[in-house]
Nanobody
Framework: QVQLVESGGGLAPAGDSLRLFCAAS????????MGWFRQVPGKEREFVAG????????NYADSVKGRFTISRDNAKNTVVLQMDNLKPEDTAIYYC????????????????????WGQGTQVVVSS
């Protein structure tokens, strides 16, 4: 089992950058594929970015490709989402999630594949 805590959200003007952090508990962090999702009130939670167990494989939603970067440090049990060139439509609550990964290259993009979730961190981008 793994517990996840996000931090780093806040208010930023359009075009600026923010970095989100996800701290994971547990000794088996490297066995999980990790992901970031976001949700706007009244809408479904959507996939943002995912990374495999080792960090060598990544996947991004088309809406953030080229602007966001996901990375992980298995020695520190952390996942980072670097968000550059922010847009007002990036405003949402961002959630970190963990999925049990059987495959070394597995990157999960569907919400149902993730078993563990953080409490979320708010990101607001002003125009």
């Amino acid at each position: 089992q793994v517990q996840l805590v996000e931090s780093g959200g806040g208010l930023a003007p359009a075009g600026d950058s923010l970095r989100l952090f996800c701290a994971a508990s547990g000794r088996t962090f490297s066995s999980y594929a990790m992901g970031w999702f976001r949700q706007v009130p009244g809408k479904e939670r959507e996939f943002v970015a995912g990374i495999n167990r080792s960090g060598g494989y990544r996947n991004y939603a088309d809406s953030v490709k080229g602007r966001f970067t996901i990375s992980r440090d298995n020695a520190k049990n952390t996942v980072v989402l670097q968000m550059d060139n922010l847009k007002p439509e990036d405003t949402a609550i961002y959630y970190c999630a963990a999925a049990s990964a059987v495959s070394r290259t597995q990157v999960n993009t569907r919400e149902s594949e993730y078993a563990y979730w953080g409490q979320g961190t708010q990101v607001v981008v002003s125009s």
